[in-house]
């Protein structure tokens, strides 16, 4: 995805004057992946030979994409989708190698990656099905750039956006994954984690690693929500309806 700050220096790129690329010392990267798609997907004539499955991938990741409107996510960056995967940043509106305030926007990284999942909950609601998100995120150093003339293409790269992937590959459905370095942070931020243990990741060895709890996430926003209604009586509202009307 080609940021639109960086559509006159492409332009410029284009013409061979100039490789753009920008050294970032923190972004925070995020891969969610829903892994139970590749066996949706069968062509057939009732599915229109993959069609309508293709139609409803392109449904989620609009709706993805979407959430990016939001005010609380305008330093969210989406990078690309790889197949079913939808990976994101955080830290690149910074100014490179300015240390950012208390890495709030690792915070919003996980906001977002939650309001994922409660997207993916309303859209299996009404498709009448069950996906799941796998996500890992990691931050650190990167180095993002545009690559190609024709057709160019913003990505980041390093050692981070590795190991964010490998977050991924490596979790479990209907969760988050993040390294010992993005746990410390987000208890900072008052994110609760719990240590998974020690787990081998391809290429880095074995490595300690944390699942994200949703609590603080969900009483933030539903009690940010309910305020107006109080009193409200808890046993008439729904945690899918409160998520509805959330997302």
């Known amino acids: 995805m080609l940021k639109v700050s960086l559509i006159n220096r492409t ?3 284009s013409f061979g004057q100039e490789l753009y690329h920008q050294s970032y010392d923190c972004v925070c990267v995020m891969f969610a992946s829903i892994p139970d798609f590749k066996e949706f997907y069968t062509e057939s004539d009732v599915n229109k030979e993959g069609l309508e499955c293709l139609r409803l991938l392109n449904e989620i990741i609009a709706d993805f994409d979407d959430l990016l409107s939001k005010p609380k996510f305008s330093g969210v960056e989406k990078i690309k989708t790889i197949g079913s995967t939808y990976m994101a940043a955080t830290g690149l509106s910074a100014t490179p190698n ?7 926007h ?8 939650f309001a994922l999942v409660a997207k993916l909950d309303v859209i299996n609601k009404h498709s009448f099905n069950d996906f799941k998100l ?3 995120i990691n931050h650190g150093p990167v180095i993002a750039g545009v690559i190609g003339a024709q057709k160019p293409q913003y990505d980041i790269w390093g050692n981070t956006v590795n190991v964010a992937s490998r977050m991924d590959s490596t979790g479990v459905l209907d969760k988050i994954q993040v390294t010992e370095e993005t746990n410390n942070v987000l ?20 490595l300690k690693t944390y699942f994200v709890s949703t609590i603080l996430y969900f009483q933030e926003n539903i009690t940010h929500f309910l305020t107006p209604f109080w009193p409200l009586p808890y046993m008439c509202v729904s945690f899918s309806s409160i998520m509805e009307l959330l997302f």
């Open 134 to 136: 796998r996500i890992g």
């Open 187 to 206: 208890q900072t931020l008052g994110y609760m984690c719990t240590c998974r243990g020690i787990i081998n990741v391809k290429g880095k060895g074995e």
């Open 106 to 113: 690792i915070g919003t990284m996980v906001e977002f990656a």
């Open 11 to 13: 332009f410029f790129f």
């Open 98 to 104: 300015q240390e950012h305030s208390q890495y709030m």
